[in-house]
């Protein structure tokens, strides 16, 4: 298994990096809780409706703590956290949170492990290889008219 990419080249004539040429990773579809659950169910003794029963809670439970200013750890997962995004105000008195804060936002940090050289590794991206994605075998040519043409 590998992450697939596709080569993109930067057009920004503003940019710095204007013509270079950059992987981006290609997505070739989405996993839902139900389809982890069905694996899941694959490689244990667990039943899937189990499995979504403690996936159900735990997302409720997590919404909970971190409307309560709580930081979530899930151990070899990662932490998650709600940020503030807000407009400074002149004085701490001229501040309105109605008026000042623009939006909130749920940050994830992976989790890191040190390795015996103590670099740190990011868990979900330890050992990943990295592969070009197959071309797209779909012919884009414009059909011809009745003309030829």
């Known amino acids: 298994m590998a992450v697939l990419f596709r ?32 694996i899941m169910q694959r490689n244990c003794t667990v039943k899937k409706s189990d499995i979504l029963a403690v996936i159900t809670e735990l997302i409720e ?12 750890k899930l151990n070899g997962l990662g932490t998650f ?16 949170v109605r008026k000042d804060v623009k939006s909130l936002r749920v940050l994830f940090q992976p989790e890191v492990k040190k390795d015996v050289d103590g670099n740190r590794k990011k868990t979900f991206i330890s050992g990943c290889n990295v592969q070009e994605a197959p071309k797209n075998a779909v012919d884009t040519s414009k059909p011809k008219d009745d003309d030829g043409e």
């Open 61 to 72: 439970t997590m919404q909970d703590q971190l409307q309560e200013s709580k930081r979530v």
């Open 7 to 38: 080569l993109s080249q930067n057009k920004n004539s503003k940019s710095l990096a204007f013509g270079k040429w950059y992987a981006r990773s290609v997505m070739t579809g989405t996993v839902d809780t139900d389809a982890l659950a069905t």
């Open 81 to 96: 956290k709600i940020s503030i995004s807000s407009s400074g105000a002149s004085t701490a008195s001229d501040y309105d």
